[in-house]
């Protein structure tokens, strides 16, 4: 099983969103399976991806919109195995399928101003590699995965670094203090940004 909940800092509060068995399938309810990926937003909405682990059913994208309290399914989105928002970008890392925009692994950005989706060109460690997780900034775009970290340019999908590493995923990508902090193997590594 799996879920979500939001802890309010300031009062403490917990709200769990999944407690209530789903409700009828006529409504979109918060995920009961397990999240994968958070993607806050400007705005205070909240972008997730939720799956059932090694179900043949895809990771599923799905929208939050606290102000009115309402889930959404986000079927038009690639279906994606991790994202992050950054500015006003949400970016998906995933293996596509075609027909979203190109196929095989890769990067996706969404400009929820215009709507449309973007995608990066393709990255030729990728395609025996994979994406496992997507961090950074509006300036800075990271990606790991099987053996690697990557930064690519967000504007072209050039690759600026590459390093090897020794695992099968990367877990957790995050820029915070002037260092870019990556997770895997049970373990976190920072390295200092240029």
């Not at 806050?40 to 994208?61: K, M, Q, R, Y």
């Not at 395609?127 to 997507?134: C, D, Q």
Request: net charge negative.
């Amino acid at each position: 099983n799996g879920g979500l909940g939001r802890l309010d800092l300031r009062s403490h509060e917990f709200t769990n969103f999944t407690a209530n068995p789903p409700p009828d399938a006529g409504k979109t309810s918060p995920p009961h399976v397990p999240v994968t990926g958070l993607a806050p937003v400007p705005g205070g909405d909240l972008w997730l991806i939720a799956a059932e682990v090694n179900s043949p059913v895809p990771p599923a994208t799905m929208h939050y919109a606290p102000a009115r309290d309402t889930w959404s399914m986000e079927r038009d989105l690639p279906r994606a195995t991790c994202l992050f928002g950054a500015g006003e970008d949400l970016w998906f890392g995933g293996d596509f399928e075609p027909g979203t925009g190109g196929a095989g692994p890769g990067v996706k950005v969404l400009g929820p101003a215009t709507g449309k989706i973007r995608t990066l060109p393709p990255v030729p460690f990728l395609e025996e590699s994979g994406i496992t997780t997507i961090g950074g900034d509006a300036r800075h775009l990271w990606i790991g995965g099987l053996g690697f970290v990557a930064q690519l340019n967000p504007e072209t999908g050039e690759v600026l670094k590459y390093a090897y590493v020794k695992a099968a995923s990367v877990d957790r990508i995050e820029l915070a203090g002037g260092y870019l902090w990556v997770q895997f193997g049970c373990q976190l590594y920072r390295a200092a940004m240029p």
